[in-house]
């Protein structure tokens, strides 16, 4: 299986984990068009190595357009199809803001911190 440790583009940095059988994932930087093909190459290995349970970290984000919060919402809706669990971390503020304007925060969990994202995941193991 690829490592997804070191994917990142000039502009972005993407960085995965395992934190408590959940996929724990960082993004750096923008995510927006120049960068959607790389995001999606990384979201894909992030679900075939970790599964549906999954925690993106955004509070590095510095920019965000629609396709990528496009991306984010199908992440998220393939989370659940396959019966897992997806949080975003992002503040109300900066490139994150986006989340709020598109509404994708109320129907998306969002974090302060990947902390509370962590210790609001349900149970890989509880499915």
């Known amino acids: 299986m690829s490592d997804l ?3 990142s583009t000039a502009e972005t940095t993407f960085a995965a984990e395992s934190s408590g059988g ?9 995510l927006d068009f120049t960068t959607h093909e790389a995001a999606t190459d990384f979201f894909d290995k992030a679900f075939a190595q970790f599964g549906p349970h999954l925690v993106v970290n955004l509070l ?13 919402v199908n992440c998220w809706k393939r989370a659940l199809d ?33 902390a509370d994202a962590l210790s609001a995941a349900p149970s890989p193991d509880a499915e």
Request: aromatic share 6%; charged share 15%.
């Open 5 to 7: 440790r070191n994917i």
């Open 22 to 30: 959940l996929g724990l994932l960082t993004v750096r930087g923008t």
């Open 60 to 72: 590095e984000l510095g920019f965000l357009d629609s396709r990528a919060t496009g991306l984010l």
């Open 82 to 114: 396959e019966g897992g669990w997806l949080a975003l971390v992002a503040v109300e503020q900066g490139a994150a803001r986006a989340l709020w304007i598109t509404g994708l925060a109320s129907h998306v969990p969002v974090f302060p911190t990947v």
